[in-house]
């Protein structure tokens, strides 16, 4: 157990205060941010590596769809309006599916904030993920907190100069090797890499390349946390979404205050010493820059650096953790006026603490009923319904679709022998990478015959038609009926298309138009 004096103080001073608000055009303050260590940081440590995995490595996992469809496990193909997933196709007319997952990202997003506060910014939001891998090569070139505002604050040399050439162009390998991994998604990614490395791809990949290479660098290298403060604006709308029971990373005022670096000496001389021993820990690792002693602030991304930062020093100290921790409004409030002794006087330590310095009965600790609550299963039960839907249509759509238009102009035409012929533009479309063959047949319209444009066969009430893997295929259709049969000016029919190797089918029902003249 360490004394308050062995205690690092970092010299840190909050660049976005919540107690004195900068002017809006205020000039900027860097920020150089503490490398953290603790259970918080670990785990974005994980989010970071499964992230940028999924993002630069999904483009290059393979699926084998046959010979007729791509072989990319995950591919929006534009050109061809198709979207792929592993064995999931996805056609423009399916696009509610997107439309589904979009509001289940919503509600995710929602129910996360709602519980966990801005955990969402905190962990995985693109600007935070490649924020943090930018600051990593800071790290490994300039160093630690520390040395960069030394080498900041010191005058342009030949060493400052190469440091700082070797970082930037570090970054920009990342921001190209972004650009780059975006482009993949939309065309095959081995065959395209060829083409961009031999300049041969077409101008809209390296537009693209250029665009999240730009973006990529000033958002993630030069901006950073002012993306967050100024652009972003969930910060704003996350006021909407929490309440008194969401867990947010609070600063315990109740035990920490009265903050003294000689708490000692305050307790030897009668005066009230909180646990917090003022040494700024929380404030150095912010990557926002900001105190989170000043309360809630709009910047504060909910990544609990500052818990990590905290809970090392109250273990040096051998003080219990949790002096920067999840919390609930509703629990801080009860916590603060247990201390203060329902407001009637200042924050007392002695108010919430048993002789043997553990906390009284009373202090609300407990975050499970805070997480699980009816607020937090509303949301759940939307998602899990839109995600049983959409999993319930992949399982049981059709494969195999029918439109049929009619001609227009002439809407019918009087054959030679009396008899009336319509035109019908049939359109098949086979939603399978294979090929196969399906039955064009009649039903209704006693006595009528059909024939199609193109296939050498005599007119009948049913036709084999062979039909392309993945493909539209469009008929022109004629459909005759003998006078004697037409008793009214519009009669309706059925086309009905079947493909008897897996037994789809799909139907559309037509107008056959007349003559008045005919009844």
Known sequence: MLDQRQIERPAAEAANSGKVRQPLYAAHKKIFPKRASGRFRQFKWLVMAITLGVYYLTPWLRWNRGPFAPHQAVLLDLANRRFYLFSIEIWPQEFYYVAGLLMMAGISLFMLTSTVGRAWCGYTCPQTVWVDLFLVVERAIEGDRNARIKLEASPWSARKLLVRAIKHAVWLVIAVATGGAWIFYFADAPELLGEVLAGTAAPVAYVTIAIFTGTTYLFGGLMREQVCTYMCPWPRIQAALLDENSLTVTYNDWRGEPRSRHAKKAMASGQPAGDCVDCNSCMAVCPMGIDIRDGQQLECITCALCIDACDRVMDKLGRARGLISYATLADYNANLALASAGGTSAIHPALIRNPTNTF????????????????????????????????????????????????????????????????????????????????????????????????????????????????????????????????????????????????????????????????
């Open 360 to 519: 009284v009965d009373g202090v609300a600790q407990s975050l499970r009923r805070k997480i699980f609550r009816s607020r937090t299963f509303i949301y759940l039960g939307a998602w899990s319904a839109i995600g049983l839907v959409l999993i319930s249509s992949l399982l049981t759509r059709e494969r195999l679709e029918m439109n049929v238009l009619h001609d227009r102009n002439p809407q019918f035409v009087t054959l030679s022998n009396g008899s009336i012929r319509n035109g019908y533009t049939v359109k098949l479309l086979n939603m399978i990478p294979q090929p196969r063959t399906v039955v064009l047949s009649l039903e209704g319209l006693p006595n009528a015959q059909m024939s199609i444009v193109g296939v050498d066969l005599p007119s009948g009430r049913s036709f084999a038609i062979p039909v392309e893997p993945d493909r539209l295929t469009t008929l022109k259709v004629f459909v005759r009926q003998p006078a004697d049969q037409i008793y009214k000016p519009v009669q309706s029919f059925t086309f009905r298309i079947e493909d008897e190797a897996s037994s789809e089918s799909a139907k559309y029902t037509a107008s056959f138009n007349a003559p008045e003249i005919a009844r």
